[in-house]
């Protein structure tokens, strides 16, 4: 690792503003996951559209979070995730994985992993990974992930963009 | 940074093959960018679809990019780039800035901003930003940036899925 990815992000320089630098990032589409893990004592989840490949072999994944988050506390510590990816009738889903004081893991529809970690139920696909490292980058953290495990179903995903659920349509060039 | 972050990702101790990670990260849709640059004599430039949000104060971007890529000794050793973010009716110009063994921008359709850093024509928006880091993944790079300038223009964005692209169709939960 080169010495400049050590100094932390820190200072800004930057001409715009935060509510600018947002709706360029709203107006991008994600495909949505939700971030599952355990505790110790509870599972822990938190819906999540940054998640990319960074690696395929090793099988490396990253995604992004902010260490204010209710779920940080729990993914600092935890060893293993579960990355759900959603299907497209899972909107509601991604939505109660997003929502603050709620036990979104009260209605059911997912099942723990032999290692605790909840899998969803219905997802398009799911990886099990183990964490690697967890990059500071101001208040947030790039959680950089190696998949032990990844199931697809076929299932056609679900698209966030603009603050509203998508499907896709397919087009030829 | 914690010691954790330091080490590199060279083993796997996965059950997953190459080609199931890949499977899985084809089903899984995003919006499509294209990452320029400009590397002192001539301009450079990528189609990447795994440009994420990771901070908006400060506005701070990611994307992963392979070492292996034609394009990584220019960003190895650039400052700056702009990340142009791709309207739906660009999946021709997101299939030249992947292809190989082409003048990329021998075409036109692009316009130097005064650092050097082509801008695409008829994006949906773009991302002006400043090289904060590459953090060693394997053999790939995830490029930390700070935005410095951002346009957005209302065009609908382009969707990559399963080697194929995509529009959007909104629908309610």
């Known amino acids: ?9 820190t200072s800004t320089t930057s001409g715009i503003d935060a509510e600018q630098f947002r ?23 938190f819906t999540a559209t940054s998640v990319i490949s960074v690696s395929a072999e090793p099988p490396l994944v990253a995604f992004s979070v902010s260490t204010g988050s209710s779920s940080w506390p729990a993914l600092s510590a935890s ?8 299907a497209d009738d899972q909107a509601s889903l991604s939505a109660r994985f997003a929502a603050s004081g709620v036990d979104r893991f009260a209605d059911g529809g997912w099942r723990p992993l032999p290692s605790g970690v909840p899998v969803l139920d219905g997802c398009s696909g799911w990886i099990e990974a183990a964490i690697h490292s967890r990059l500071p980058a101001a208040d947030s953290r790039i959680v950089l992930v190696e998949a032990m495990a990844a199931w697809g179903t076929g299932r056609q995903p679900l698209v966030y963009r603009d603050r ?3 499907k896709l349509i397919e087009y030829e060039i």
């Open 1 to 9: 690792m080169s010495a400049e990815a050590l100094s932390p992000v």
């Open 23 to 45: 709706a360029i990032f709203r107006a991008h589409p994600a495909g949505v996951a939700v971030v599952t893990l355990h505790d110790g004592h509870r599972p822990v989840g």
């Open 79 to 86: 060893r293993q995730v579960v990355i759900n990816f959603l």
């Open 164 to 166: 509203s659920y998508h």
